[in-house]
């Protein structure tokens, strides 16, 4: 069975700490996505990945930075976290093609900014 | 920069009733639709999609979603819902090409159905 993982299910950091959030993929898959939930506010896109090494910003990326080293896995990174960056993070990831494929996520993790 | 448009934000519904979920974009380029559910406690999965063709697809569970082109829409639907359908409901568009293609949600509808 496909499987996206992300790193941890709950994650409390204090204000001003640097944050990885790591998420890793089996299916060989190009494209990897990262996402912040909150309610009301649907899911947002924060940096997107369409191959290795290779990253675009997505509708909110201010704060954060991302890392595709090996195919795999794609790193969020919180350079310095803050209160407004609780919040539930999802990591997804699909085949490359013509952009009807299906997205295929982890369970997200939970992080709060204390 | 493509925007979601999802009208409802929580729908409550008894058994047995129909179910019609809005859903709008902006994109006036070549699309692909997609809606994802969310059952309480579980990952994102697909419900169904549209790529081309047949402008009325069908998904998973009974579901269905008709693609208006001249409307901008792709609104979900159910003729009969059950209380397991209880969950979150996003609308998802893909736009771009080749290598540069992402995908953005809409804010989500919550439905509660009622026994």
């Known amino acids: 069975d496909v499987k996206v993982t992300q790193s941890s299910r709950y994650l409390v950091k204090r204000t001003g700490e640097k944050v990885f959030l790591e998420c890793v993929q089996d299916?060989?898959?190009?494209?990897m996505f990262w996402y912040r939930q909150d309610p009301g506010l649907g899911l947002r896109l924060i940096y997107f990945?369409?191959?290795?090494?290779?990253?675009e910003k997505g509708d909110i990326p201010e704060g954060y930075s991302v890392s595709r080293e090996k195919k795999e896995r794609f790193s969020l990174i919180l350079e310095s976290a803050s209160t407004n960056q609780t919040s539930m993070y999802l990591c997804?990831?699909?085949?490359?093609?013509?952009?009807?494929?299906?997205?295929?996520f982890g369970s997200g993790t939970q992080l709060s900014v204390l | 920069a493509q925007s979601v448009s999802q009208h409802n934000h929580h729908v409550i519904l008894s058994e047995a009733a129909s179910l019609e979920l809005g859903c709008n974009y902006s994109?006036?380029?070549?699309?692909?639709l997609f809606w994802y559910v969310q059952y309480p406690g579980q990952h994102l999965q697909l419900l169904l999609k549209?790529?081309?063709?047949?402008?009325l697809v069908k998904g998973i569970k009974g579901f269905e979603a008709e693609f208006i082109k001249s409307k901008f829409s792709f609104n979900l639907r159910k003729p009969s819902v059950q209380w397991s359908d209880t969950a979150e409901y996003f609308c998802?568009?893909?736009?771009?090409?080749?290598?540069?293609?992402?995908?953005?949600f809409g804010t989500g509808t919550k439905l509660q159905v009622i026994p």
């Open positions: 997804a990831s699909r085949r490359a093609g013509t952009g009807s494929e299906k997205l295929f």
């Open positions: 299916m060989d898959h190009e494209n």
């Open positions: 990945s369409y191959d290795v090494k290779m990253k």
């Open positions: 994109y006036g380029g070549t699309v692909n």
């Open positions: 549209y790529f081309s063709g047949d402008p």
């Open positions: 998802a568009v893909n736009e771009g090409s080749g290598g540069y293609q992402k995908v953005t």
